[in-house]
């Protein structure tokens, strides 16, 4: 079983080498799925028979010699509200339980360019709207370090299914930290790249304005590769960028020797875990050593991006999600009488509870009267909180601050407390406010025995030196090769 | 009690792209349902718009050529409302930042000119349609999405018209306008124009205005006049009564005559307005906005006007002319190769518009060409062959398009002025009505007349008429 513990490239090394075949690798890794993910249940649909044909596929490639893309024979999974061709997509929601996209989203399409193998669809909170994944339509999905706690969310399935060894590599998303948030808890690394980084062609909208797809992956040079892969612009995005990609691997080992490391205070205040706070300052410290400058600085507005954020992103939330009717397809209810009827019916059947929490706040936001004092006063804050990083990064290279002020809580503990559920996102809100990018990677674990991630923001399109920063701890450190004891540990 | 009519139109153009605002389905009219979709304009979930440019050109023309000032920075705004042929149940408008904004159009009432203006220009995209099943009972309805997605242009004007003279000028214009621009084709039978209207009354001299009542489903512009007069008394007979008019929507019912309550004011939507995420403002710089507005051609009120003074037209027949740019355009392509307006204008204006009229034809694809007109004009000048004659060379030439010496030689039509072949003729039917030759010789001068027509028949209208006229006279003896 070693072999499935490795990263994505040594995996692809080995293959490359035919050292062993991709079709070897994908079976002992569906014996493992079927050992593992009844107890984490990280999967919502599992692409067996698919990922079998693609592994031999490149397995005749690489004997008849023929070029492979830069993914060749990995494993990957991916988010249920990224959209893949002839595969389901359900968001985890019963309304789109049955919907089977006839397209591939934008960064699913470069996956197949590169020859990825794509093994399934994670579970996530409905609608990617939540922080522990709890509120999937389907499935409740368990920390691999420990099966009584939450893996964090929206993306939870998918940093689960990389921390137990379910995938070698996956796709996420995030709207206000939903990848790097549960990458922390689940001790993986998690990339939010800037916005228009990536395509959202295909990535099922929550806040369009904010969404944007991310990678979770065992290590930073493994997230160099894939987001190399996703990311670039985009016909079919307006929003996405025409930024050229760079390498991001090159030069990925430079160090941080006389850079500059922002440490804003706002985000050591109260309500901030000890454990948590803890391994963040001794990473601080190995920086230091490193050749790195700590400098304190000040992000004034942080306190307000959590009431920014339920604003704005339910505004936009209220207004994506309307095109789910019943009309055209996903669920219909059985029994309505009338056009309206069947609206609020199959509304009121097809969604979670969260999920119309949040269609309510929004539409409530954006109502005639309430627009000025909640949206366009939002959307003002909103300029503010990005102009705080804008200051900031006049003085320092990157940020470094906790990813989560908490490492993952129990199931259930929070479940009944939206406001408490929402807090959980409090460090990771501000960047995709601000538009910029993030990587959360591991650095430490709780007196529990939970992880614990820290997070680096960079100015927009620094992606490379992000990485660069983080590899540079990576590389000091061992955080993110320890393993959760899956077996002793199942309930 | 006397009041006056207040009334203000919107306007929806369905614009001529050939493809959709937001995707690359094609715009085309009347095929089967649902066969221009893809998963864009159906509203499929994690898909996202890509505007037209082309789209965006044409509303910006259109906005130029109604005197808009211009927003430098627009975007789109989502509408939210819930229909089934609404795919996304959010339309992708224009509300915070219109394109054009305080235009203002002329309107000409017999030779007088009144200014409209205008209160916004936006784009925004089309809905689909519903289909609903024939059979009565029936517990479904289809939805066609072809049209879902079409550029729309929305012209929203002050409530600055008084009576449905300026109603039907309004209307009139502003098509002439899309048309000469170029940027709708304004076929009001296909839906791609369409008008509603907002009309309220007020005793007279009073400046406030009263409640307003908005009118749609409007199919034609007969029906827009209709409805405005059929309101303007419903509100009349209410204020006389002592009673108040409800801010309401109504729809107007073309067979029976009549409008009803759609919705009052207190049910009208919630369209909760948030500017459109997924697509880019638009910024208008000074050089895209200067090609724009050399794209926009002599507008029909303008053109009409120096119709009058450049060629000495009647006003009548300069705005028949430039009711249509295609005429327009091919009369001074006439002017240009000979100098003769009045010739070309009666030509145009009576024989032109009798043949499209009578046999149905489409003015913008009429097989005659200017130069072959030109040339019969010049060729009746010459005396080749008489103007009776000439009418039947014209409708041979719109219906073949072939060049007038062609018609003229196949079917032998060239006038006679040989004065031997007329005289032989005159001979014979002199010969064969002595009576009327004894009346002529009384004095009843249209006696005269009737002998020259008899040579004209008897030579199959050709012979050269002023001959006929000059030799009989010799003749019968004066």
Not at chain 1, 154 to 161: C, I, L, R
Not at chain 2, 66 to 82: P, W
Not at chain 2, 316 to 322: E, H, P, V
Not at chain 2, 373 to 395: H, M, N, P, Q, R
Request: glycine residues 6%; proline residues 4%.
């Amino acid at each position: 079983m070693r072999l499935l513990e490795s990263t994505a490239l040594q995996i692809q090394e080995k293959i490359l080498s035919k050292e062993i075949r991709a079709k070897d690798v994908i079976k002992l890794f569906f014996e493992r799925m079927k050992d593992i993910e009844p107890h984490v249940q990280a999967y919502i649909t599992i692409n067996e028979e698919d990922a079998i044909k693609k592994a031999t596929e490149i397995d005749k490639k690489l004997e008849r010699n023929e070029k492979l893309g830069l993914l060749a024979g990995i494993p990957i999974a991916i988010k249920d509200n990224i959209c893949t061709k002839n595969l389901h997509t359900t968001c985890a929601s019963k309304i789109l339980k049955n919907f089977i996209p006839p397209y591939d989203a934008f960064a699913v399409k470069r996956l197949k360019e590169e020859d990825a193998i794509i093994v399934g669809k994670t579970n996530l909170d409905e609608f990617a709207m939540g922080s522990s994944t709890e509120n999937s339509s389907f499935k409740i999905t368990r920390n691999p370090w420990n099966y009584n706690y939450v893996p964090g969310g929206s993306s939870g399935g998918s940093t689960a299914a990389v921390a137990a060894d379910l995938s070698f590599m996956a796709l996420g998303s995030e709207t206000g930290g939903s990848v790097r948030q549960p990458a922390a808890l689940c001790g993986v690394v998690g990339v939010k790249p800037t916005y228009g980084r990536v395509s959202r062609y295909g990535l099922v909208a929550f806040g369009s304005s904010l969404d944007q797809i991310g990678t979770v992956t065992k290590d930073v040079r493994d997230a160099a590769v894939l987001l190399r892969v996703i990311a670039g612009h985009d016909l079919h995005d307006s929003t996405s960028a025409q930024v050229p990609v760079p390498d991001y691997s090159n030069g990925i080992d430079s160090g941080v020797d006389g850079l500059k490391i922002g440490i804003p205070k706002e985000y050591f205040a109260g309500g901030l875990n000890k454990d948590v706070d803890n391994a963040v300052k001794d990473a601080l410290k190995i920086y230091k050593q490193l050749g790195a400058k700590i400098v304190d600085i000040s992000l004034p507005h942080t306190e307000y991006a959590v009431a920014v954020y339920y604003i704005v992103a339910n505004a936009e939330a209220s207004s994506n999600l309307a095109r789910y009717d019943g009309v055209r397809y996903g669920y219909r209810t059985d029994r309505a009488s009338g056009i309206v009827d069947m609206y609020c019916r199959t509304r009121s059947e097809g969604f979670g509870n969260e999920v119309k929490r949040r269609i309510m706040l929004g539409n409530y936001a954006l109502s005639s009267g309430y627009y000025d004092a909640y949206y366009l006063k939002a959307s003002k804050v909103r300029s503010l909180i990005k102009k705080d990083f804008d200051i900031a990064f006049e003085k320092v290279d990157c940020i470094i601050c906790p990813t989560s002020p908490v490492p993952a809580f129990k199931i259930g503990e929070r479940a009944n407390n939206p406001l408490e559920m929402y807090l959980s996102d409090i460090y990771t809100i501000p960047a995709n406010l601000a538009g910029i990018p993030g990587i959360s990677i591991p650095c430490g674990f709780s007196k529990e025995g939970l992880p614990i991630g820290m997070q680096i923001l960079a100015r927009h399109f620094e992606e490379k030196k992000l990485l660069q920063i983080a590899y540079t701890f990576e590389r000091k450190t061992d955080f993110h090769l320890k393993k959760p004891a899956l077996k002793a540990s199942v309930v | 009690m006397e009041y006056e009519v207040v009334i203000g139109l919107e306007t929806h153009a369905e614009l001529a792209t050939i493809t959709k605002l937001f995707c690359g389905c094609s715009t085309q009219f009347g095929a089967e349902p649902n066969t221009q979709v893809c998963p864009v304009c159906l509203g499929m979930p994690g898909v996202l718009p890509v505007m037209n440019k082309k789209a965006f050109e044409y509303a910006l023309k259109a906005a130029v050529a109604l005197n808009c000032e211009i927003n430098r920075f627009t975007n789109f705004d989502r509408k939210s409302y819930y229909y089934p042929d609404l795919p996304k149940n959010y339309q992708i408008s224009q509300n915070y930042y219109n394109l054009g904004i305080n235009g203002c159009m002329n309107i000409d009432l017999n030779g007088n000119r009144k200014t409209i203006r205008i209160h916004n220009v936006h784009l925004e995209e089309e809905a689909g349609k519903l289909i609903h099943p024939e059979e009565t009972g029936a517990d479904y309805s289809l939805v066609d999405f072809n049209r879902a997605g079409v550029p729309l242009l929305e012209i929203v004007s002050y409530p600055d018209m008084r009576t449905v003279d300026e109603v039907d000028s309004y209307m009139q214009t502003l098509r002439k306008i899309l048309l000469y621009t170029e940027v709708s084709d304004c076929k009001m039978q296909e839906g791609s124009l369409r008008f509603e209207a907002s009309i309220s009354l007020r005793k007279k001299g009073i400046d406030k205005l009263g409640n307003r009542v908005e009118i749609k489903n409007l199919n034609s512009m007969k029906s827009v006049i209709k409805a405005i007069e059929y309101e303007a008394i419903r509100q009349s007979a209410l204020l006389d009564k002592g009673e108040t008019i409800d801010r309401e929507t109504r729809l107007w019912d073309e067979v029976n005559g009549k409008s009803a309550r759609m919705r009052s004011k207190e049910e009208s939507q919630d369209y909760r307005y948030f500017p459109e995420p997924d697509l880019l403002p638009v910024l208008i710089d000074e050089k895209w906005l200067s090609a724009i507005k050399n794209s926009i051609p002599e507008l029909p009120l303008a053109r009409k006007q120096r119709f009058v003074e450049a060629f000495k037209l009647s006003d009548y027949d300069a705005s028949i002319l430039t009711e249509e740019k295609v005429l327009a355009d091919s009369f001074e392509e006439c002017v240009k190769i000979m100098d003769r307006p009045k010739a070309f204008s009666n030509w145009i204006t009576n024989d032109l518009l009798r043949e499209v009229k009578d046999r149905k034809l489409d003015i913008n694809s009429l097989q005659i060409k200017p130069k072959q007109l030109a040339l019969l004009v010049e060729i009746v000048e010459k005396g080749t062959i008489s103007s009776t004659i000439a009418k039947e060379v014209f409708s041979e030439m719109v219906q073949t398009g072939k060049d007038p010496q062609k018609i003229i030689e196949e079917k032998g039509l060239t006038q006679i002025s040989d004065e031997g072949l007329i005289e032989a003729v005159i001979d014979k039917i002199i010969a064969s009505n002595p009576s009327v030759i004894e009346d002529y010789k009384k004095g009843k001068k249209n006696a005269l007349a009737f002998l020259v027509g008899q040579v004209m028949k008897e030579t199959k209208g050709k012979a050269n008429p002023k001959m006929v006229n000059e030799l009989l006279k010799g003749k019968v003896g004066i």
